[in-house]
């Protein structure tokens, strides 16, 4: 530790390959207690539909985070040194049992928040995140920006069943989880089962921003209109990589031409300075679609970039705090 917080490996000491492979090869604890950040895997792909294989995304997110360096080059963020932050391992999950898997990643995140710990998370598919939002939405609906080529709000697959990752914020809307005027969706694109599939989510106030609106408008303006669309309450940011366009992003379980190139989704991360985050993660890193490692590396960065705007908000705090 440097002062009171934890310091990552240095690579100039340490070669990358060498030593344990944690997130951002920071420490490895067994409780957030004292933590401002908590780094979290997720290894359970139990929602998948069609190409199974998120469960390792942890692992090799893990692997490739080793790349991260400790300050921003653009924000010249230092979140190691403005925030206590670690890798507290992976949730206990059940590979066989989807209601029980769900039932233990909510009480892994519910520990993470009890402690007071920002969760950032590496799934895993996307079901995963409706249980993290269980625990993170004790006091109320929180609000949403979600990255994504899906909208992820459709009802039931194969008959009644409604644990899907085509389905998560459906269900956390139902649950109350997520106040839905304040849900938007970036970059949603592709065929669709049918035409009316996104309408039940217009119908609850959910903004849909689909790629040919990004493409027209360009990140600034629509992080600009996101951000309004949350307001300065509570807010949860996922990041499905295959919001990324498959050219650079191919490990994902559902692929979709016409993405955000990797520059574009670091863009509109750096621009959520102004959102009051609570948790966020990455989802949808599937290692035995991918090719050297690269849709696993665009997850670990876009991470970091997730990390260096939460240290810049948990330094604000503390700053503010001591006034």
């Known amino acids: 530790m440097n002062g009171s917080f934890f310091q990552p490996v240095d690579a100039a000491k340490v070669p990358r390959f060498a030593g344990h492979s944690t997130f951002m090869r920071l420490p490895a604890v067994t409780s957030a207690a004292g933590l401002d950040i908590a780094l979290v895997g997720i290894p359970w792909d139990g929602g998948t539909t069609n190409r199974a294989g998120a469960r390792h995304g942890p692992r090799e997110v893990r692997n490739q985070s080793s790349l991260m360096r400790r300050v921003h080059h653009v924000s010249g963020t230092e979140p190691f040194s403005i925030a206590n932050v670690a890798d507290v391992g992976d949730l206990s999950v059940n590979p066989i049992d989807l209601i029980d898997g769900l039932s233990r990643i909510e009480k892994g995140m519910a520990e993470i928040v009890t402690a007071g710990a920002i969760p950032l998370s590496v799934g895993g598919d996307h079901l995963t995140t409706l249980p993290v939002l269980r625990a993170l939405a004790t006091g109320g ?183």
């Open 141 to 323: 609906p929180i609000g949403l920006i979600h990255f994504d080529a899906h909208s992820d709000t459709n009802d039931c697959y194969f008959g009644d069943n409604p644990y899907t990752h085509g389905t998560p914020f459906r269900r956390a809307i139902e649950e109350g989880l997520l106040d839905p005027v304040r849900i938007v969706q970036i970059g949603i694109r592709g065929s669709i089962y049918d035409a009316g599939e996104h309408d039940w989510a217009k119908q609850q106030g959910v903004r849909i921003i689909y790629m040919e609106e990004f493409v027209s408008r360009g990140a600034e303006d629509v992080m600009r209109e996101a951000c309004e669309i949350v307001g300065g309450l509570p807010t949860y940011v996922t990041f499905d990589i295959d919001s990324i366009d498959p050219s650079m992003a191919p490990g994902t379980g559902t692929p979709e031409t016409g993405g955000f190139t990797t520059r574009e989704a670091q863009q509109m991360i750096r621009l959520l300075a102004g959102v009051r985050i609570v948790g966020a993660d990455v989802v949808e890193v599937s290692p035995p679609f991918d090719l050297a490692g690269m849709t696993a590396l665009a997850g670990a960065t876009m991470m970091f970039e997730l990390l260096c705007v939460i240290a810049k908000q948990v330094e604000e705090r503390r700053k503010a705090s001591q006034i």
